[in-house]
């Protein structure tokens, strides 16, 4: 069970590294590294461009570790079943008010 909850903490602190202080400038870094292409000039415009994308954050933070292309899912269910199965769920509990992930979160169901 520790081990389970480590890899919780670890990967809010990935997620948290990564996004730093929520400003414009890593909601567009993000939108980059999701492949979406365009100028993004407000947070408005960024959390209208997140709506339709499928991506497991685990996944994401690791293929922009190495450089390489984000996987994506065509639709939310897909995400959810991939989710489930790989036990790779971030923990809701950590999502903060106005963050990007707050609109990439899917409705994982099992």
Known sequence: MA??????????????????????????RLLKD???????????????????IWVNIYDFLEAV???KPVPRFKTEAELSHYTLRTDRVFPKKH???GSPLANLMAHIVG
């Open 95 to 97: 999502i903060t008010k």
């Open 34 to 52: 999701l492949g979406l292409e365009g100028e993004f000039r407000s947070k408005n415009q960024c959390r209208k461009a997140l709506k339709k």
């Open 65 to 67: 570790k190495v450089g």
């Open 3 to 28: 081990k389970k909850h480590n890899k919780k903490l670890a990967i809010v602190r990935q997620w948290n590294q990564y996004i730093q202080d929520g400003a414009l400038e890593n909601w567009q």
